[in-house]
């Protein structure tokens, strides 16, 4: 007896069997968790080199395609040659960047060692004369100073265990540094193949964008497929926009800082500076979660400086707020700030500094998109858009109405 396949049962069949497989996933992903995190730190180290190029790639490409448009100009004037403009663009791209790199590692990074070496080795005598100068001007008050004296005391020792415990581990990470150099190269193998990686991607990324192109087709409906493209362009252009910009934005600062910070005869330039400048990626707290752990750093060498820089990085950071992050940024993203402090929580919640950083482009993406769907909705059902609309107890459906019998007696 020959047995009948029914395509509506069987598709019926496959789907159940599926969605077994997945609950079945899930319970033994509950239960054995900690393999499965195992198992996944282990498939992030093998292709960790990957992970790399692709962050690198498409970190550099904006800057390579700059090269690119520029070369263009000058090599291809009677003939088109994409491979020798390609190759010289890439190789420019990487030759920049690793020398900011080398220079940021020899000037800069061994100054904020010597920085935080002298802080550590000095730190019982910076609270002597922060200690000192306090009393100095609370001199007036003896109520007060004697509240100081008694808190301050409680706050020095419990800084002195941090900074008593923090030396060591501190002074065995330098000599690792220093004294295994092989190992540090071995350290840093994964981003090393990620640029080697990385000039493959930047190379052939048309063939790669075809490809994936060619993978959504061959998977989904036509329009569907014109749909993620389109998300995929909106996320691209927000992120490359964003991360690129604050980078930038935030090397002009540091380096501002730098300068300001030498000419004024500021203590611990270089790590303040550094400091200053990557606490500016983060939005909106970024400048405050930089500034006052500096203020901290100024207030226990020199106490009257510390005063100066707050005035300074207030002058800087309004110069930077309304005049220089604009300028790289082109304005704001559209997102409103009650999104924007739920994106830095969140994201710094879940995945630290690097969270509160990427967060931000994720929910403009998110919002963005969100908001175009709801108008799109909102048009189709031939109401209105505009969110003032909503708020207050008339119904909409008579808002609509009465609309429509306005512009009827205006065409009559």
């Not at 500021?266 to 500034?291: D, E, R």
Request: hydrophobic content about 50%.
């Amino acid at each position: 007896m020959r047995f009948k396949f029914n395509a509506k049962y069987t598709t019926i069949a496959v789907y159940v069997v599926i969605v077994f497989v997945i609950c079945l996933l899930c319970v033994s992903m509950v239960f054995n968790h900690e393999k499965y995190i195992s198992y996944s730190k282990q498939v992030l180290k093998v292709i960790a080199p990957i992970i790399w190029g692709g962050a690198i790639a498409y970190l550099l490409n904006p800057v390579m395609k700059f090269f690119e448009r520029f070369l263009k100009k000058l090599l291809c004037k009677k003939k088109e040659r994409k491979a020798l403009v390609r190759s010289l663009s890439i190789a420019i791209t990487l030759m920049i960047t690793l020398s900011l790199i080398a220079l940021l590692i020899i000037t800069v990074i061994p100054e904020v060692i010597q920085s935080i070496e002298k802080i550590l080795k000095n730190f019982s005598s910076y609270l002597n004369s922060l200690q000192d100068f306090a009393t100095r001007f609370l001199s007036d008050n003896p109520e007060i100073n004697k509240l100081w004296n008694n808190e301050f005391e409680t706050i020095r020792s419990s800084l002195m265990d941090a900074v008593t415990k923090f030396q060591p581990e501190f002074e065995n990470l330098l000599t690792g540094i220093r004294d295994g150099a092989f190992s540090f190269l071995i350290g840093i193998k994964d981003f090393l193949l990620g640029i080697i990686m990385s000039i493959y991607i930047m190379y052939n990324k048309e063939t790669f964008k075809g490809q994936t192109k060619k993978v959504l087709y061959s998977l989904f409906r036509e329009k569907k497929c014109e749909q993620i493209l389109r998300i995929a362009d909106r996320v691209n252009i927000v992120f490359i926009k964003y991360i690129s910009g604050k980078v930038l934005d935030s090397f002009f600062v540091g380096v501002i800082t730098f300068v300001m910070m030498k000419l004024m005869g500021m203590p611990f330039a270089a790590l303040i500076s550094f400091i200053i400048g990557l606490a500016n990626m983060v939005p909106f707290f970024g400048p405050i979660i930089g500034a006052i752990p500096c203020i901290l750093l100024i207030l226990v060498e020199n106490p009257k400086k510390a005063l100066i820089f707050a005035i300074f990085i207030l002058i800087l950071q309004q110069f930077d707020g309304n005049v220089l992050e604009p300028k790289i940024l082109g304005g704001s993203l559209g997102l409103p700030t009650f999104w924007i402090l739920f994106a830095i929580f969140i994201g710094g919640g879940l995945f630290g500094f690097i969270g509160m950083v990427t967060f931000v482009p994720i929910f403009t993406v998110i919002y963005t998109l969100i908001k175009e769907l709801v108008n799109e909705k909102l048009a189709k059902k031939h109401l209105p858009t505009d969110t003032s609309e909503y708020i207050g107890s008339t119904p909409i459906n008579s808002v609509v109405k009465t609309e429509l019998a306005v512009e009827n007696e205006v065409e009559e």
